[in-house]
Every structure is written in C-alpha cells, then in structure tokens.
C-alpha cells in the first residue's frame, strides 16, 4: 500500500501505508509508457519542460546512507499493558494466571516471547506477546470489542446529532504547501474525524463492492499472522461509527452483530472477515502493516484498498515498508531513515493525518496499470473541458493500534471541480503557483501536467479576479495558507453547502 507523501497524486494512490506520514498512498506514480504512435495520429501536446526552481533541502549526514540494512530488532512502541489495570476486575477472572509478570517487559525487548510475523495469537498455546506488551492471554481474555479508547489512549468521538447522510459533505482539504518539497506535513488526528461520511455513502460502498468482485485480491487481501490486527481494525472502526452517528449505527455485542440503518443491513460479525466488514459498511482504504520481530520492520499484511492509482493490493502486499514507497522521488534519500524510525516507535496515542493531492480528469478512483483512463495522464487533450477537471486528495491517517500494535494507514479519495476553487481565497493563486514553479521531479511524479493546460489558465483568471475583488491583498507573497489544510471561511463555505 502506499503512504503519500504529496499525493503525488498525479500518479497514485501511492501513500497507502506507511502512511502519511509517511509517505503517502496517493504519492504513487504512474507508468508513463510511451504511446507515440496514438500521440502522433491524434497530434496531443507535447509534455513541457518543468522550470522548477524549488531548491532541494539538505540532507542531514544521518539521512544521507541506506537504512535498509539498520535494525530496530530491539527498538519498541510504548508499551499499553498498564492500560488493562483500567479496563476492569472482570479481566482478572478470566485469565488463567495474574496479570502481573504474565510477560516481563525485559522478554518483549529480546523478543524471546514476541508474536512471529506469520503467527495467529489464536492457533497457539504458548504465551507470546505483542510489541506494545499484551501477552495472548490477556488479548483472549479481553473478549470483542473492549474498551479500545482507554487501551489507546485516543478517545471515543462526540456524538454528531446533527449529521444528515442525505446532504453531507466532506470537509474541504486544501493541503497545498509552498514552498512545496517532499515532506510529510502531518498534523495531529482530530478524534471526531478519524471516519468521515458523506452523501454519497450508499454509492460509494456499492462501488467498492464491485470492486472486489471484480479484482478479488488486487483490492482486498490478508496474510497469515494479521488475524488479531484486522478483527482489531475492525472493532475500533465500528466502535467509532456507533459513538460518533449513534442515529444511524448500533452494535450488539452479544449476537456480534453490528446494524446499519443507511443501507438497511445487519452484518454478522462472527461469519464476515473483518475487512469485507469494513468494505461492506465504511467507504475508506485500509492498510496495515506489522513488524518482523527479527529486524523490527513493518511489512503490508493485510488490506482493502479501492482508490489506488497505478498500483494495487497485490503489487504491494508483503513488502517492507521501503520497498513500498521505492517509486517515490526522494523517499530514500530523505525519508526512508525517518519513516523507519518513526514507525518503530510510534505511540498508539498519537495518530496523525496528512492530505495528499493531485488533478484528474473525471474521477477515477481504482485505476490499475493499464486501465483505459491512464490514456489521459500521457496527453494534453485538447477537447478536455474545465467542467472535467477534479482536484483528489487523499486524506489519511496513521495510527498505531494498541493490541496487536499493528499500524494503519488509512485514506478516503475525495474529489472536488478545479471550479470550485473560484471563490476561495488565495487558493488558485497558491495552486498555480505549485504547478508552475514546483520541483521538476516532484511535479513529474504528480503527472498533474495532463490538464495544466486547461486549469493553468483558468487558475490564473481567477487569481487576478480575487486580487481585483480584495481577496488577495496588494503584494501577497504566496506561501502555505495560515488555516491549511483549509483557507480562509471555509467553515461558513461547507456549512452552507450543507443548508445550516
């Protein structure tokens, strides 16, 4: 799966793992194969030459060698086991031994009890324990869905009373950054946010399902040892849905079975794997990854991932969190050392989000190598109208999950008409400036260059228009928005949209 680092979006989803904060799933780039004689034949624009001028930043002398051959085999998360303390007496009962010593915290850091890579905590006997310090007794004791918002440290969402799936709309992100460089740009995760649902709900779920059935496991897949992360995954996700729309969703603990009143189902959760559970009901790409206690990295186990650009599940699945991001222009000279690290001992109370972003002509959302659609990102079309092009970004989380300690990279692709932008202050000025100033590398793997020739202009129109109008002020140097990832009365902007 791919973390986006700057959806690199012109080429995919790529970011899809480590997350963005990492990189970013959107990041991914496309096979640009040459299709001279097609090009010849319909006479398409030439692609330009960028005149980037954004400098690279340096590379600290850290930075500067492979970390592929580093170690994080003794290096852990902060440990969760002094959480169960708050979960409840009933815990002690049904263990076969007390809590205390099950699982000495000196025997997690020599991995002499860590679960192997492959290994089910359900298909042993041996007490053996996770990165983040729960042993398989205590994870079996703990039953369905426990009290994950104290065993995270990441609380259960407010109830949104007011939310209306016929008429809402996501949040408009705006990640665009200037100076734009190859980072990370992550910003703590808005508890009430982590799943965001919108109108288009039922129909987005439809489509993902048609999905499955129709690429199997180039969309959804799980390998052997990621059983207790995706039932993890999943309770966490559900729990979020009950506590934050508890007018549309219910879960029955005891009959495991969880209800949803939008599309009129009850899923049994005992008969589904988790990750058809979560395709079935939650319209968001998962990916999760797991470390090998013999190196301490994280590798893709498990996941559904339905808006990959030029990639999919099963080009990925298996692969080492660098492997993962190889296609992404300055990953292993500038990010893979800190992405490495940062995965290693990431805390579970501490998710985080990022947005990446690129243009689109229509809105594709799954687009494999070799989809017809790629036809578009090779030429400048001339028939292209303004009303075709759609600004994606993929906004996207990384958390660590407490039981399993499994990390997740989870993204939603959301698209919006390059018309929309018309009224937002500073926006197309900031957006133009990116496109047309941007790194030469950076933008290339953006591949947003298939419709600058159709946004550019428009882009430019209404940069002058806001300046005769206030919106910009006289001498405005462009740099990233104060209220990035949005701008200026966006609030009063989507609550409108919505009818409030």
């Not at 990854?289 to 080009?315: K, M, Q």
């Not at 080492?320 to 579970?348: G, V």
């Amino acid at each position: 799966m791919h973390l986006q680092l700057d959806r690199t979006f012109g080429s995919s989803s790529l970011l899809l793992f480590a997350c963005f904060l990492v990189i970013s799933l959107s990041y991914l780039g496309f096979n640009r194969k040459r299709r001279g004689i097609i090009l010849l034949r319909l006479q398409f624009y030439k692609r330009r030459t960028s005149g980037a001028n954004t400098p690279p930043r340096s590379i600290r002398p850290e930075k500067a060698f492979s970390t592929q051959e580093l170690s994080y085999k003794n290096v852990f998360p902060p440990q969760r086991r002094e959480t169960l303390g708050q979960i409840g007496n009933e815990l002690l009962v049904n263990l076969k031994k007390p809590i205390a010593g099950i699982v000495a915290l000196k025997d997690v850091a020599s991995n002499t009890t860590c679960v192997p890579l492959e290994t089910s905590i359900w298909d042993t006997n041996e007490v053996i324990c996770t990165p983040t310090g729960f042993s398989s007794d205590e994870i079996k004791a703990l039953g369905d869905f426990p009290d994950y918002a104290t065993l995270s440290g990441v609380s259960l969402p407010a109830p949104y009373p007011e939310f209306d799936i016929d008429k809402a709309l996501p949040r408009p992100y705006r990640p665009f950054r200037w100076p734009y460089h190859q980072t990370m740009s992550l910003m703590k995760m808005e508890n009430n946010w982590w799943i965001e649902l919108e109108h288009e709900y039922a129909s987005k779920i439809s489509q993902r399902q048609k999905l499955v059935a129709e690429h199997g496991k180039n969309v959804l897949d799980y390998l052997p040892g990621s059983e207790l992360a995706c039932k993890e995954l999943m309770e966490m996700v559900l729990q979020f849905l009950c506590a934050r729309y508890p007018h549309y969703f219910s879960l029955d603990v005891l009959n495991m079975t969880f209800h949803n009143d939008i599309l009129r189902t009850k899923a049994d959760l005992r008969s589904e794997h988790p990750l058809h559970v979560l395709l079935n009901h939650v319209p968001e790409d998962f990916a999760i990854t797991l470390r090998d206690p013999e190196t301490g990295h994280y590798y893709f186990r498990a996941g559904v991932i339905c808006s990959s650009l030029g990639w999919n599940v099963a080009s990925k699945i298996g692969l080492r969190l660098d492997e993962i991001h190889q296609p992404i222009p300055d990953y292993k000279e500038k990010m893979q050392f800190s992405m490495d690290r940062y995965f290693a001992r990431k805390p579970t109370d501490r998710p985080i989000q990022r947005g990446s972003w690129g243009l689109e002509v229509d809105t594709p959302l799954y687009m494999p190598p070799g989809d017809p659609h790629e036809i578009y990102r090779d030429i400048q079309d001339p028939t292209i109208t303004l009303s075709r092009c759609h600004l994606r970004v993929d906004w996207q989380t990384l958390r660590r999950l407490p039981l399993s300690a499994g990390i997740v990279f989870n993204f939603k692709a959301l698209f919006t008409p390059i018309e929309a932008l018309r009224d937002e202050p500073r926006v197309p000025l900031l957006l133009l400036k990116v496109l047309e100033e941007g790194k030469e590398s950076l933008m290339k793997y953006k591949n947003s260059w298939h419709v600058e020739h159709v946004v550019c202009p428009a882009l430019r129109e209404w940069s002058a228009e806001q300046a005769r109008n206030g919106k910009i002020e006289q001498g405005w140097e462009v740099h990233t928005l104060e209220e990035s990832p949005w701008f200026e009365g966006w609030k009063e902007k989507w609550k409108r949209q919505q009818g409030f």
